[in-house]
């Protein structure tokens, strides 16, 4: 099965630094990979995804880069804020209906 | 309405208790999905209606019994849980289309004494 691989566990950056979260995932059929937010005691929340067929994709402050062929996709976040403060996952999917396999996770810092 | 409701919030049970977690979307999605979450870890999938039916079931003991009444409507019916099931139960729903955006609820947090 698919196996995904996110790094770093814990990140603290100073209000207004650059964030940059990395995934690594092993099924080469995976096509979907969404980013999720989730503060603390609440849902998590899809904040940006791409697809296979798109190598970068950005929303304002946020953007995802993929690279197919070393399997291997990064959250960028620039210009943080103390509310960017969450822990973020990666996932890997192959298509609707289908499994959804998380990253193990990065909590993020935001330092005022 | 763009949300995916769950109850109840919260549930505390014994280990000889019947209850029922309750999700409802109307999206118009036709997947729906269950999810664990234990502290500080990721969402782990349970299962996966598709129009439905169940269509994965990640090797979930049957003590967690998935229903599916109809296309907004998703039930986990629990009996004879044990303590380490205690965890905040997640679920999601997802469009019919080829990738798979999904939108959670906001879970229940499951305790079981």
């Known amino acids: 099965g698919e196996n995904v691989e996110q790094h770093p566990s814990t990140l603290s950056v100073q209000e207004g630094d650059s964030a940059v979260i990395k995934c690594t995932y092993s099924?080469?059929?995976?096509?979907?990979f969404p980013w999720y937010k989730q503060e603390l005691g609440k849902r998590p929340q899809l904040i940006i995804d791409i697809r296979s067929n798109v190598g970068e994709k950005k929303d304002q402050r946020i953007a995802v880069t993929l690279n197919k062929t070393a399997k291997h996709f990064s959250l960028h976040i620039t210009e943080t804020q103390p509310e960017d403060s969450a822990v973020y996952f990666c996932a890997a999917s192959k298509g609707s209906y289908q499994k959804v396999t998380f990253g193990t996770g990065t909590k993020l810092q935001v330092i005022p | 309405d763009t949300e995916v409701t769950q109850t109840p919030k919260h549930l505390v049970m014994g280990m000889t208790n019947k209850k029922s977690l309750k999700c409802e979307q109307h999206?118009?999605?036709?997947?729906m999905y269950w999810y664990k979450q234990k502290a500080k870890k990721p969402p782990e999938l349970m299962f996966v209606y598709s129009y439905e039916k169940l269509s994965i079931n990640e090797s979930v003991p049957s003590r967690f019994s998935p229903e599916c009444p109809n296309s907004s409507l998703l039930n986990l019916h629990l009996h004879a849980l044990q303590p380490e099931d205690s965890a905040l139960y997640l679920c999601?729903?997802?469009?019919?289309?080829?990738?798979?955006?999904?939108?959670f609820g906001p879970g229940t947090r499951l305790t079981v004494l």
């Open positions: 999601a729903s997802s469009q019919a289309d080829t990738y798979n955006e999904q939108f």
């Open positions: 999206m118009g999605h036709r997947a």
């Open positions: 099924d080469s059929a995976s096509n979907y």
